[in-house]
């Protein structure tokens, strides 16, 4: 059963934080969904992904198109149609429990500035931990990601 990352993000917009996180999971081999809320959300991140430097492009789609299935990177409001070992959260689209047993990490990215956006991820946080999930919380406060928190972990 795969991890939930939280990332607490403070000094770096989301798109900073998103493409470092996509580089690293497919560093490691892994697909990737990428779950909005908005499909308006998703087009506007899929338009700064293609126009990212070219020599740290992340192959992805957005979803709804014949290929999803074959995506490394899908951008969607719903399911991962990718099979995805990672499953990365913006804008407090949920992360189920029952999602985690088929994912090597989930990560749920949200705005340190956003008191919706911060309720949201504590709600899920205490939701997911209290179904035993295990959970580490990483906070960029100090100009470097720490773990600053972690529950249910081996």
Request: aromatic share 8%; charged share 25%; hydrophobic share 40%.
């Amino acid at each position: 059963m795969g991890e939930v990352y939280f990332y607490h993000l403070t000094r770096n917009p989301v798109e900073t934080t998103l493409a470092t996180l996509l580089a690293r999971a497919r560093a490691q081999g892994w697909r990737i969904a990428v779950r909005g809320r908005e499909r308006a959300r998703l087009e506007r991140l899929d338009a700064t992904l293609w126009d990212g430097p070219p020599d740290s492009f992340l192959p992805h789609g957005l979803a709804g198109g014949p290929h999803d299935a074959r995506q490394p990177i899908l951008l969607t409001t719903g399911a991962g149609a990718n099979r995805p070992d990672c499953l990365m959260s913006l804008d407090g689209a949920e992360v189920a429990a029952s999602e985690l047993p088929g994912l090597k990490r989930a990560c749920i990215l949200f705005d340190g500035f956003d008191g919706a956006a911060l309720g949201r991820a504590r709600e899920q946080w205490k939701i997911l931990t209290d179904r035993g999930c295990a959970a580490r919380y990483w906070s960029e406060e100090t100009g470097k990601w720490a773990e600053k928190a972690s529950k249910n972990v081996p």
